[in-house]
């Protein structure tokens, strides 16, 4: 019954850390949890966030994903120890599509209006009832807190993409439950030490395959293929190759500050170790700075830029960098570009030396942050701090309201913040929502 998926998002070892229990207290319950995390996980990320475009506040990245995956699956076992195999009785994981006796019914009723003082769906079989008290119960509030409280997004219930979302997970989790329920639902408490002693050994032993997979123990052809995987090796065939790049000075800084951020912040050597998770940070925080202060390089002159450096990779490493680049490029860059002609445009009209010289500049109601565009109409804008957490109603944005922010975008900037009024003061740099994760 062990299972391995394709792609392992939470690891055996991982869940077992985390679970507050000896090996010997696992039970085909926390089995069942373990798998359910890695299935929703891939289904998240495969089936349902890879369709949203990038600048969708909603988007989550791979991390995210599996940390709402964990909230998800450990709500979910909460529920099912408290209830399906605890005060309810009824069995309904076990016999989903079964519909229930009269008398079944009443006493579902009674439990769910005891337990959760709630509404009890008009439903007709098991699958039903427990669809409705798992989106309820568990679904809707995990995924709404976890937006709130992990990702700093303020969501209402009534969001529409939201209840998608909900109402996706839920068809995971009841499929799921078709699928390994009648192995590992029936006896929940049972013993489950076999096979998590399985999967362990798994995880040990695709370790140690990676711990071996060095140069030193490789063959020729392997050493050989080293060398030209290697970062600087990368970067020095690439400009023997493009000589036009090395010539420009504005793209040739640009190639500079990735090549010292591989090498430097993220500390890689071999690029088919790269992730292209590495490469969204250094769009979303690196690059937008450097663009700013260099306005003779422009966005798509960049993108281009990059689409010849990983097609050089891809060609020489034997990555496949350029798909995934390829994949997400799009609306990255254009976002990118968007959010420096707002800055652009504002600096323009207010340039920083102004405001620094400013009386405004050492005023000590000035705060200065990072902040959310939560809500925007005529009567000001809702900014919520992401790292102090609180909110600012009623924000005036002189210049930036007519330029084409979002909902969602960041601002990094000062307000000044005054009894009754507070506004804008100076806007150093404006981030697109698909650049958050690395804000918070």
Known sequence: MAEQSKKTYMTAQEFVDSWEKEIYELTFLDYFTYLLINELSSSMENDYFKKLSL???????THEITSLAFAIADSLQSFLEKNCFGGCALGCPNKLSA???PEEDQRRIEFVTMEFDGITANCLTREECFHHDVMTYVVADTIIDFYNFEIGLQLEESDEQLKKLNQFIMNVIIRFIYKKGPELLNAPNELATDLFDEVLDIDDKGWEETLLDTPAEEDETEIWKYKYQRVDYIFDAFLEERPDYMTDPGLSKILSFFKNYLNDYIVLDRFDLFDMDDFDEFLSLI???QLLAEENITVPGTRLLFFHLFEFIDQNAETRLLEEFDRFAGDKFSELERSLNIVRAYQKQKPLINFLLSEEAGDPDL???YF???FDDSGG????DIHMKNYYNGVRMPIVQNLPIHKGDIIQGQLMVKA?????AFLDMLYPANSRY???
Request: proline share 6%; hydrophobic share 30%.
């Open 438 to 440: 690395y804000l918070f």
């Open 372 to 374: 959310e565009i939560s």
């Open 367 to 369: 705060h200065e942050g």
């Open 99 to 101: 519909p229930f006796t």
């Open 420 to 424: 009754g009024d507070t506004r804008l």
């Open 381 to 384: 804008c809702t900014l919520y």
């Open 287 to 289: 690059l937008p700075q």
């Open 55 to 61: 600048e969708n506040i909603h988007n989550l990245h």
